[in-house]
């Protein structure tokens, strides 16, 4: 391997490790981020939705310019078996559960209940364009960790496949930093399973993007006709709250 | 490292000591900054509070070219061998990529402050700095431009002259992105005042250092550093001047 694409590929590693914090921060000063309330004043659209749709099509944009940048080849079309996405669409009906358990689990070691969580403002609204923009964002960060990051980590930079799923795991929990800690651990165990998906399936990025578009959706289709559970974006902030509660 | 390197890092780092030296040391005190201000205000017509803000800046730009130049001709490196840019879409869009990585990458590194020590106050921080705090005294058009003509100095000196210099000497990359980072972030720290200020000045000109070095790397020129330090320095220049107004109102008249 020569020196310049060893230098592009941890330029475009460090480049696309931490985009979605960024672009939350940034957004939360220009529409009044990616969940806020909206003001008392009547509006065409409600900032949260606005905040959203910001950051899928920011995260989107970053996730084209690194996956046209980074020294690789994609094939999107590597023959992959049906049963692996079968697979991908039960883990993402999973994931939600399993991310409620790893709260439950962490609260209960600092002896607290996980009280009973009410959905995000935003999901269960019907807001076909929150829909979209969970969809999209999924898609984004499927790119840049596993398409991306996970390859380069593995393929090109000759990681163990053990160690690059981990760290690709943990980078994108810590992209969640910003609703707290307790859903950087619940991120990072998913992030484990959308890893293991990628490589038990053919190294083809599909395989867990698929995973995570179900999980997003199931989040915020599904989840809120059933009573609500906490997940993904949809529970970020009440599990947030939780972690303040318990470490306060 | 060969000793070609080992007498090329000597003199950038004496070069480095002796462009801080010429920036701080002569207005250190405060009797001298008076009678300096008052000295160039009545003999130039220009307001007081613009004295320091404009000869600090014009010495900090002198100071870094004629570090550069030492540096340059020690090294025996061509200005134009450095400037020189193929311009490519690949290479463009690596300018853009780098640009958002470096605000993503400091973005994170204060999220990571603040999760440690919730109470800090970075903006605060950054724009008390007191050569920012100069530079906040002026019009509202130069706060961009001086920065940005600091941030291009200093990224000529430390990713074209030192790091190009260790390259051209067959240091490896990791190396002389380690050895010209650590020397630009002790720099920065040096112009700071408290334990807060130099760390969060010190995290940014980490991702500085090892992006734009990388960078330099892939596309054989400082130019596109320069313009993502240029940028990332006047964006956060302004930034921390916005969420930081009572800071940045008290600048010293």
Not at chain 1, 147 to 168: C, F, K, Q, S
Request: aromatic share 8%; hydrophobic share 55%.
């Amino acid at each position: 391997m020569t020196t310049r694409t060893l230098s592009l590929s941890v330029l475009v590693l460090l480049c696309a490790a931490f985009p979605a914090q960024a672009f939350r921060l940034t957004l939360a000063g220009v529409v009044g981020g990616t969940g806020a309330r909206a003001g008392a004043a009547p509006r065409r659209l409600d900032r949260g939705v606005t905040g959203q749709v910001a950051f899928a099509v920011a995260l989107i944009a970053t996730a084209t310019l690194v996956a046209v940048l980074a020294p690789m080849r994609w094939d999107l079309l590597s023959p992959v078996g049906w049963h692996w996405y079968a697979v991908a669409v039960a883990f993402g009906c999973l994931a939600p559960a399993l991310e409620w358990g790893a709260a439950a689990a962490v609260l209960a070691v600092r002896h607290r209940r996980l009280p009973g969580i009410a959905l995000h403002r935003l999901a269960g609204g019907g807001s076909v364009l929150v829909v979209l923009a969970a969809v999209g964002a999924a898609a984004a960060e499927e790119v840049l960790f596993r398409g991306v990051g996970l390859h380069l980590l593995e393929r090109v930079l000759g990681w163990p496949a053990a160690a690059a799923v981990a760290v690709t795991a943990v980078v994108y929990g810590l992209n969640h930093l910003y609703f707290g800690p307790l859903t950087v651990a619940q991120k990072a165990l998913t992030g484990v399973g959308f890893g293991v998906l990628y490589l038990l399936g053919g190294h083809n990025v599909l395989v867990p993007l698929v995973a995570h578009v179900v999980q997003n959706v199931v989040v915020l289709t599904l989840l809120p006709r059933m009573g609500g559970m906490s997940a993904e974006r949809s529970g970020a902030r009440v599990l947030r709250r939780v972690w303040r509660k318990g470490s306060s | 490292m060969t000793r070609d390197a080992v007498v090329l890092t000597a003199t950038a780092l004496a070069a480095t000591v002796a462009w801080l030296a010429l920036y701080r040391l002569p207005f250190r005190r405060n009797r001298t900054r008076q009678r300096v201000r008052m000295a160039v205000a009545s003999r130039t017509g220009l307001p007081g509070r613009y004295v320091f803000p404009v000869l600090g800046t014009l010495i900090y730009l002198v100071g870094g070219v004629l570090a550069s130049a030492v540096v340059l001709y020690a090294g025996d490196l061509s200005l134009t061998g450095l400037l020189a840019w193929h311009v490519t879409p690949h290479g463009a869009g690596l300018l853009l990529l780098t640009a958002v990585g470096a605000s993503a990458l400091t973005a994170f590194a204060m999220s990571t402050l603040y999760a440690v020590r919730p109470r800090v106050d970075v903006p605060g921080a950054v724009s008390g700095v007191r050569w920012i705090t100069e530079i906040l005294a002026l019009p509202r058009r130069w706060r961009y431009a001086v920065p940005a003509a600091s941030a291009a100095v200093e990224e000529f000196f430390f990713r074209g002259a030192f790091l190009g210099g260790l390259l051209a000497t067959g240091t490896p990359v990791w190396l002389a992105i380690a050895i010209s980072g650590a020397a630009f972030t002790a720099g920065q720290v040096l112009l700071t005042e408290t334990a807060l200020q130099a760390t969060v000045l010190a995290l940014s000109s980490v991702v500085l250092a090892v992006l734009c070095g990388l960078l330099v790397t892939v596309e054989g020129s400082v130019l596109p550093a320069i313009a993502v330090h240029a940028s990332f320095a006047a964006y956060y220049t302004q930034t921390s001047a916005r969420r930081a107004a009572p800071v940045a109102a008290a600048v010293p008249r």
